[in-house]
């Protein structure tokens, strides 16, 4: 089932500009260092300086255009480049271990990159299953909520509460 677990984190990181103008749930570095924690992606001690609360914020911007383009099934070069330049800070690298097991994994200590190397690795694992295309955004007006599309078709342009438009 791809909406559960990596896919429904980038889903749910997506999202969290609500419905609403002031709902927010990245707004300030408070909110967002709040709802990193409790999706378990910062540690409780950690917290989030004013450029990564930017950077943060310019990931989900730029996640949020490349699904709008799942959706309209057309390539946007901006939304690729600006998405690969926020998934950088993840430094991500492959480690080897002494099982010759391999997984990807971050270089970088600080709790940032290694949060968005979590979000990297979700997209990369969603990537190979065939999921990272069938996530998309909603195309209904003042809508945009992030959705994964499980159609036959592939083809679907709506969430759920949209379905019918
Ligand atoms: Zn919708």
Not at 116 to 140: D, E, M, P, Q, T
Request: hydrophobic share 45%.
């Amino acid at each position: 089932m791809p909406g559960t677990g990596r896919v429904a984190m980038i889903q749910a990181f997506a999202n969290t500009p609500g419905a609403s103008p002031g709902a927010d749930q990245l707004g300030t570095q408070e909110e967002a260092a709040a709802w990193l924690r409790t999706a378990g992606l910062l540690p409780a001690e950690a917290r989030l300086s004013n450029s990564e609360h930017a950077a943060l914020l310019r990931l989900r911007e730029s996640m949020r255009d490349v699904l709008a383009a799942h959706t309209a099934g057309r390539e946007d070069v901006s939304a690729a480049a600006r998405l690969t330049r926020a998934l950088a800070d993840g430094r991500l690298v492959l480690t080897v271990d002494p099982a010759s097991a391999v997984q990807l994994a971050s270089a970088a200590r600080a709790s940032y990159p290694n949060l968005v190397a979590v979000v990297a690795i979700a997209v990369a694992g969603s990537a190979a299953s065939g999921a990272w295309l069938r996530f998309k955004s909603c195309s209904a007006a003042n809508c945009g909520q992030a959705f994964y599309d499980d159609s036959g078709s592939a083809a679907a342009r709506h969430c759920s509460a949209h379905a019918g438009d």
